[in-house]
């Protein structure tokens, strides 16, 4: 993919190097030594979201490793993609509650509420055969679910919402959704996606939205577009320039005291296709930071940490080789990775998510191969989890992420639900971990 600037000149060129027909002037490869590399990762951008991957024969599934010493505790929040279905799954895999509302053509995210609610980015409404790629998901089909600790609707938004919803400063909801807009200066006949960030009530109502595209064009912190080349991933034809993957309310005030970067209206967002994590001022729309190109090939499920570090998973699709990578955003400096290489085999073209426990060690999903492993600092597996469950084509299911919570967070919202007593302190939104 090449690299252009942030003015109308040179986005021009994005118009240009796409032909007529829709098609991209191949990248060359003879006198760019990454060109080659570039070119294998956008092809993988290409290719629709899989739902699973070949089961070999003989493989295990649920929990393969479990390091008691030194894995962290905590219950595992898992969403699985084509069976739309969440479940809490203690340390050694054993199903402790799950959750799912036919029909869904998919669940791309689900997130636990302090009160037990589940938050779910869907897509309902439709049916196709399970194992399927994930391909041209109807715009009708988009929807925001809040289900109750047990299942039942609490309300449903259609909204053109995917990949992720968070908890955001009182109550309210934070969600990634798109529009489709033409825009002659990045494509002269083909609808551009602009993704686009929702601040919602806890009803679901649309409170404020801000378009992405807006701010990365807007001005504030430097920021070159990488060209994208049209695709049909979306039904028809359009140019998916940024695919946004993640959303975080950048919170915390010991660290706004430390950096005006952690300012209490800064979100923090994951752009796939421009291999870049940003950070932007929700009140001025300006684009604050950024960081990744150069470093990062189709990452996913960036997250800040308490030190004021972000944590990213790096999909790798240049290397076809997974991991993790850790920033310091203030100097650019990254202080932790994990990559493990390609002959370890640790890699999800699509999906792919990262925590920081709270021991130090990290879990990381593989999601197209249905895995998740937690490495310690020093990168060592401690504990590894399998899909246990199939497509009806015999492929293992895919996870979308992996979340661990601790025992007392989940235990109070069982407590409450049962009437034995209110949440402990950790229902509060400052204790929403990444």
């Not at 959704?177 to 109502?205: M, N, Q, T």
């Not at 990775?337 to 990262?354: L, M, V």
């Amino acid at each position: 993919m090449g690299r252009h600037r942030r003015h109308l000149g040179a986005l021009a060129l994005l118009a240009g190097a796409c032909g007529g027909d829709g098609e991209a002037e191949p990248p060359r490869t003879d006198a760019d030594p990454d060109a080659a590399g570039r070119a294998a990762a956008a092809a993988l951008r290409g290719l629709p979201y899989l739902g699973g991957a070949p089961a070999p024969p003989g493989e295990g599934t649920g929990v393969l490793r479990h390091d008691r010493r030194r894995s962290a505790p905590g219950v595992n929040l898992v969403t699985i993609q084509l069976l739309g279905r969440t479940e809490l799954i203690d340390a050694d895999g054993v199903v402790l509650r799950s959750w799912s509302h036919p029909p869904s053509l998919t669940w791309e995210q689900a997130e636990l509420l302090p009160d037990g609610d589940l938050l779910v980015v869907a897509a309902r409404g439709g049916t196709r055969p399970e194992g399927e790629p994930v391909r041209g998901i109807p715009d009708d089909s988009r929807a925001l679910l809040r289900l109750d600790w047990d299942g039942a609707p609490v309300w449903e938004r259609r909204l053109l919402v995917h990949h992720d919803v968070a908890l955001a400063p009182g109550g309210r909801l934070v969600a990634l959704a798109f529009e489709r807009v033409h825009e002659p200066d990045l494509h002269r006949s083909i609808p551009v996606r602009d993704d686009r960030v929702l601040l919602l009530d806890p009803a679901g109502a649309v409170v404020e939205e801000r378009s992405l595209l807006a701010v990365l064009l807007g001005g504030g912190a430097p920021f070159e577009l990488f060209t994208v080349a049209p695709d049909d991933l979306g039904g028809a034809p359009w140019v998916d320039l940024l695919h946004a993957n993640s959303v975080e309310w950048m919170h915390g005030p010991a660290l706004e005291i430390d950096h005006p970067l952690y300012a209490p209206d800064h979100l923090l967002v994951c752009l796939r296709h421009q291999d870049r994590v940003v950070a932007l001022d929700w009140t001025s729309g300006a684009l604050v930071w950024s960081w990744g190109a150069g470093a990062l090939s189709g990452p996913h499920d960036a997250h800040l940490l308490p030190d004021g570090n972000v944590l990213v998973f790096d999909n790798g699709l240049d290397r076809r080789s997974s991991g993790g990578v850790e920033v310091d955003p203030r100097t650019g400096e990254v202080v932790w990775e994990y990559r493990p290489g390609p002959s370890a085999g640790f890699f999800t073209a699509s999906k792919g998510s990262i925590q920081r426990l709270a021991n130090g060690n990290t879990l990381l999903a593989e999601s197209d191969r249905g895995r998740a492993i937690e490495v310690t600092p020093a990168g060592e597996v401690v504990w590894e989890y399998r899909c246990p469950y199939l497509t009806p084509a015999g492929n293992r299911a895919a996870i979308v992420r992996m979340k661990r919570l601790p025992a007392a967070y989940v235990a109070g919202i069982a407590a409450a639900r049962s009437g034995a007593g209110a949440p402990a302190e950790t229902a509060a939104f400052d204790a929403m971990v990444r």
